[in-house]
T-cell receptor, first 110, second 109 residues
Framework: KAGVTQTPRYLIKTRGQQVTLSCSPI?????VSWYQQTPGQGLQFLFE???????NKGNFPGRFSGRQFSNSRSEMNVSTLELGDSALYLC?????????FGPGTRLLVL | DAKTTQPPSMDCAEGRAANLPCNHS???????VYWYRQIHSQGPQYIIH???NNETNEMASLIITEDRKSSTLILPHATLRDTAVYYC??????????FGKGTRLHILP
């Protein structure tokens, strides 16, 4: 089976812009979770989607949002970007054993 | 907050077994112990998980104490490619993962 894929892999934006990141889970996996990783805060949980519904949410402001489509693919959106949003954004899909992570999207906000 | 405590760093000689400890004294009865690792700038990689019994797969072995308050991940023959940050996580199955700071494992040639 193909692994979790994320697009784009790298992105540069400026403050105030918005960005959309995409994640395709492993075939057959219905749950997708998103995480943010920064040097200062480490890996932090953003939210989880299951069958197109948000099932869990971390402690992030409303500028961070997501959705899931009927084919389980997921997108996350960050509006009004701030410098502190520069991070590695990771997507994971949940199988029977564990969560399996994609390679991440590295976002740089200038 | 993460429910686990791990040493911030460890060294291991190449070819030797790497034993990574983890304390999780407040673990609940139905919570699993998961181990992931993250090689620099890559997504975390699932290694192994267990509930009560010791587990072994092609990557590693997981030893869980009888009281379940601590566990040890064993990489039987460490190679340079095992250099990574190793995360021990306690959570319910299918629950969100709360990552701690992990253990930075250095494999020495």
């Amino acid at each position: 089976k193909a692994g979790v894929t994320q697009t784009p892999r790298y992105l540069i934006k400026t403050r105030g812009q918005q960005v959309t990141l995409s994640c395709s889970p492993i075939s057959g996996h219905r749950s997708v979770s998103w995480y943010q990783q920064t040097p200062g805060q480490g890996l932090q949980f953003l939210f989880e989607y299951f069958s197109e519904t948000q099932r869990n949410k971390g402690n992030f402001p409303g500028r961070f949002s997501g959705r899931q489509f009927s084919n389980s693919r997921s997108e996350m959106n960050v509006s009004t970007l701030e410098l502190g949003d520069s991070a590695l954004y990771l997507c994971a899909s949940t199988g029977s054993a564990a969560q399996y992570f994609g390679p991440g999207t590295r976002l740089l906000v200038l | 907050d993460a429910k686990t405590t791990q040493p911030p760093s460890m060294d291991c000689a190449e070819g030797r077994a790497a034993n990574l400890p983890c304390n999780h004294s407040t673990i609940s009865g139905n919570e699993y112990v998961y181990w992931y690792r993250q090689i620099h700038s890559q997504g975390p990689q699932y290694i192994i998980h267990g509930l009560k019994n010791n587990e072994t797969n092609e990557m590693a072995s997981l030893i869980i104490t009888e009281d379940r308050k601590s566990s040890t991940l064993i990489l039987p023959h460490a190679t340079l490619r095992d250099t990574a940050v190793y995360y021990c996580i306690v959570c319910y199955r299918d629950d969100k993962i709360i990552f701690g700071k992990g253990t930075r494992l250095h494999i020495l040639p």
